[in-house]
DNA sequence: CCTTGACAAGTAACCGGTTTCACAGCAAGG
DNA sequence: CCTTGCTGTGAAACCGGTTACTTGTCAAGG
């Protein structure tokens, strides 16, 4: 059972070279003779040689390994991202190693350490933790990514979508439909993405109109559970931190009995694939995570690649209007 | 910038012992005297050391990362099960590197050597591939786990969830409502449990019961996408491969006018977080999350230290009944 | 004709740990 | 007093590659 693992000796002393030679072969890089090229890949054929992954990282210094930290592996609006970033750092070769910090700061800095210690860079979605924490990371030395975060001191790079523009259209939206009395139902207050929809909200200084803030949460139990609260202010339309905090509102509050967009217009926001496949359809905002997830991918290459951190990447995205929204009775 | 590594010698040097005892103060296996443990963990402190975890790797023959294949990342049945055995694996001190097949059969074996090439282990989430490709990755020598797929030539361990006894209680659920005419939609033809729940169908011998079978694919789309299909068999009740087409299909159900459950019941499987959401909300099968992914650690965990593979644990579950199913008008 | 340079290939140091083995010191046993 | 047996420690081999440096060959240039 335990055969004995076939190196690159092995190799180099079946086809009579050395074992810089065979080196050379499987990194393509520098010119080896087409004699000696066939001669070192048919050794390889006949004795089952595979690169050992690990030797070739501590030998080199990279890994072809980058980690990347979710705060929520249970929101499909990361997993769309990471599947998308799968695929681009795939093509480039890169494994990506993840961990889930379950919505814990604490957590952060210990799992963002250990996904360093074990890869080329780290990719950070949504991260809650301190600037301070960042930096800590950022001494490794390490390439670091954050997604959804906007950090100015640090010259980090990151990739943004304009939450802001999206947030007031959609806003606008529904007073455009007629509503006069609006609710918004925060996310986590740490994130940076709430405190941008949430100054969209507040931006919308229109006579006449009013905003509430609920506290809720982000998930779609925090949704369903801020029914009673949303009920109580009597507004006729409620725009969510997001589409989980939105379905689980309307699930809510049909157990009311109030119907949505009959009684209550509601709308979300990240346009998960959920959204198009409620009853009734929900009206969000087009969160484009294939774009997302390409630019990190392609911003975190190029910092693999020696590019120098800072850069920035702002995407910009526009609302869906579905059914969920309609005009007050 | 690039600062020296801080190694193992320099705080041997430091501490004034030898690389050997450094490494074993770290290992915490072989007994070292108090005191040089405490000259060289003051030294380490000092020198802000770090054990460089791909050294730790190559020397020790193991990479405390395990690899996950999952076919379709997009799933929420999938990463419920990635988040759990993400936690599992953490307080073990494991790491997960995941790939996404994106459900193709020929991604499957490359993407499975590849991880393991990075790892001490894979565990493949309802692998579709032939069993000779899994024979190829045992061939590795290292453990391979599979869940959600019943192997019997290899002796491979696995974690399966009972899919037969709950689906067939669910379809009798349907039948003592009072339907008679039931359709099946079936998910990917490939997958274990797809044949699995379509064989409870077919169990069913119910006298004036039929069962038409549709063929559709396992997401959202699909099961919209079969919408019309579902209608002109003129049944009364459908019982879809798993909850993403239950979704889809009560979507294009309802476009076509045709109220769940008035005009027609419909069940999922899984119990994704989402299907206590949905209105109306879907009667389907619990999928135990929790228990599958702690199951599949721990037996992986076994498997890294030495347990013979081979084990198989089944899990039981049952169906949950919710507002989608209603007796036939 | 001799030098220079480009290039192919080999030698050996190195990446940063772990672990086998040898050795020293000391207590117990004969 | 001399073995025998532990235990704690160090020296050095080793894990399996990469790569800086060296050597040798051969063609072009002076």
């Not at 092995?10 to 070279?17: E, N, R, T």
């Not at 690169?51 to 070739?56: C, L, M, Y």
């Not at 991260?127 to 930096?135: A, D, I, M």
């Not at 979300?268 to 630019?295: C, K, M, N, W, Y």
């Amino acid at each position: 059972m335990s055969t004995e693992r076939v190196t690159i000796r092995h190799v180099a002393h079946s086809a009579g070279v050395s074992v810089a030679t065979v080196s050379r072969v499987f990194a393509q890089s520098s010119s080896v003779s087409e004699e000696l090229t066939a001669r070192v890949l048919d050794a390889a054929r006949r004795l089952g040689y595979t690169p050992h992954a690990v030797a070739q990282s501590l030998a080199s210094g990279r890994t072809r390994v980058v980690g990347v930290l979710v705060p929520n592996l249970a929101n499909p609006y990361f997993y769309a991202l990471i599947k998308n970033m799968l695929h681009e750092a795939d093509r480039d070769g890169y494994r990506l190693i993840v961990a889930d910090s379950d919505e814990s700061l604490a957590a952060e800095p210990a799992l963002g350490m250990s996904l360093l210690g074990r890869s080329d860079g780290l990719i950070m979605l949504s991260p809650r933790c301190g600037s301070e924490v960042l930096k800590e990371l950022g001494l490794q030395g390490k390439p670091i990514m954050v997604v959804n975060r906007q950090i100015d001191e640090l010259g980090l790079s990151s990739v943004l979508l304009d939450n802001f523009t999206p947030m007031r259209q959609l806003a606008m939206h529904t007073v455009e439909l007629g509503h006069r009395h609006l609710v918004y139902l925060q996310g986590p207050v740490r994130s940076w993405q709430e405190k941008e929809r949430w100054r969209a909200m507040r931006s919308l200084r229109v006579p006449g109109v009013t905003v509430t803030p609920i506290r809720a949460g982000g998930t779609m139990e925090n949704g369903r559970a801020s029914a009673e609260r949303v009920l109580a202010t009597g507004c006729t339309a409620v725009l969510a931190h997001n589409d989980l905090t939105a379905i689980g509102l309307i699930a809510g509050l049909n157990e009311h009995g109030v119907s949505v967009p009959g009684d209550i217009s509601v709308t979300g926001f990240d346009d998960i694939p959920f959204a198009r496949f409620t009853s009734p359809a929900l009206t969000t905002v087009h969160s484009p995570q294939e774009d997302i997830g390409r630019a990190t991918w392609r911003m975190t290459a190029g910092l693999l690649h020696g590019d120098r951190p800072g850069a920035r990447t702002m995407l910009t995205t526009q609302p869906v209007i579905r059914a969920s929204t309609a005009p007050p009775k």
